[in-house]
């Protein structure tokens, strides 16, 4: 469970607002990769699955998978916090190429 | 159960936020609601954590969440609590998220009144030391020394003149049945005290110190490191109150890195030698007052 992408109409009509201040909790329609220069990339080798990169990414986009990690990099900011935290290595900060 | 990396739950409840990159708040916002889970009601008031997470359409809670007044964190969780109690609801947690400007000066009344009533609520300040939404502005819980827009570094005054204020002791003050200091750089410990604090039946207060890059004049990569390095410096102590006695849970291990530490903040930069023996007298008496 957790906030995803929705695909919305290019034009909102007045039905599609809600008529009161409440709305669908985790409504997501805008990803935050623009954001990025540089992107973390995991090395799958060398990582041991420690989850210190998924414990500590302020936007959660690092998860836990086959006994490694892999990156959501729709939302990922390119802060590089899982870089520094990783004791292996095995992140590393690559330049976005246009 | 002991809450780490490999038992905290999977979901996310904070997600496709607008902060900051490396933003320390949204850390301890994510972990916190991780520790939770999808039963927490959550009340930000205006503060960086719901102008980045209520963009409407875009909206990055999971759980339910809502904004408050800024004055009325604590009153809303009050007010929230009695309300799903009287709808026969149990399984919940009211958490609040509030910066240092909305706990230590806006907020400071309602939660001195929650407190006072002792409401089922857990109130978490996120501190980032200044007001940071709204372009870095001087709080209360600003550090001496620190250049924010409303106390700028010149020649006469370098920064803010006041020291922190102690947030923890005012609100241990209050006899609260739980209150704790935590650090995003000692996450393990953070997700300790929340867990401890959902258990607890009454008024519980922790407070996160949670680095901002933009404001504090860091690398985004950094915030964590920071967030470690105060801890183990001694300039932010990790404590515990409860049932009306005090525990300091960690001892610094380096206290001569606060030069290095202070000299890495672009917030502190302007400051002389004189100034960070300032700092460092001023957290030597407060070790010496036995961490508190």
Redesign the interface.
């Known amino acids: ?3 995803y ?1 929705r695909s ?1 109409k290019a034009k909102w009509t007045l039905q599609d607002y809600p008529d009161n201040t409440t ?10 990769a623009g ?2 220069s540089i992107r973390p990339v995991i090395d799958t080798k060398k990582c041991s699955g ?3 990169c ?7 986009v690092i ?2 998978r086959d006994g490694a990690v892999a990156i959501d990099y729709d ?1 990922c ?5 899982c ?3 990783c004791k292996l290595k095995a992140i590393e900060m690559e330049a976005e190429s246009k | 159960m002991n809450v780490n ?2 038992t ?1 739950n ?15 708040g ?2 301890a916002v ?2 916190a609601l991780k520790v939770l889970g ?1 039963r927490a009601v959550a009340v930000l008031p205006a503060g960086c954590m719901s102008a980045v997470g209520f963009n ?10 809502i904004i408050s007044t800024f004055a009325g964190t604590a009153s809303m969780l009050t007010g929230i609590e009695a309300g799903l109690r009287a709808k026969g609801i149990t399984d919940f947690v009211a958490v609040g998220f509030a910066g240092d400007g909305g706990t230590a000066d806006i907020g400071i009344q309602a939660l001195s009144g929650a407190i006072d009533r002792d409401d089922n609520i857990l109130y978490i300040c996120y501190d980032n030391e200044a007001y940071m939404n709204t372009g870095v502005q001087k709080s209360s819980l600003t550090p001496f020394g620190a250049k924010t827009t409303t106390t700028p570094a010149g020649g006469n005054v370098r920064g803010n003149l006041r020291p922190k204020k102690n947030m923890f002791e005012i609100v241990a003050a209050h006899g609260i049945k739980y209150a704790a200091t935590a650090s995003i750089g000692y ?1 393990p410990d953070y997700m300790k005290k929340v867990q401890h604090a959902s258990e607890i039946k009454g008024t519980k207060y922790i407070h996160v110190i949670a680095p901002c ?1 933009t404001g504090w004049g860091i ?7 920071i967030a470690k390095e105060a801890v183990d410096c001694g300039l932010w102590i990790l404590a515990e109150y409860e049932n009306g006695i005090f525990s300091v849970n960690t001892k610094p291990k380096n206290l001569s890195a606060l030069r290095t530490h202070i000299k890495k903040q672009g917030r502190f930069k302007h400051l002389t030698d004189e100034d960070i023996d300032h700092i460092e007298s001023l957290r030597d008496s407060k070790w010496e007052n036995g961490g508190q």
Do not use: T
């Open positions: 469970m957790k906030p992408l919305i709305y669908e909790a985790g409504y997501l329609i805008s990803k935050n954001w990025r420690c989850l210190q998924y414990l500590h990414c302020p936007d959660g998860s836990k939302f900011k390119g802060c590089g916090i870089k520094r935290i | 990396a490999n905290l999977e979901d996310e409840f904070f997600y496709g936020h607008k902060a900051c990159a490396g933003c320390g949204s850390l994510r972990i999808k409407f359409p875009q909206l990055c809670f999971a759980n339910n969440a996450l890059p690398a985004p990569d950094e915030s964590v490191e």
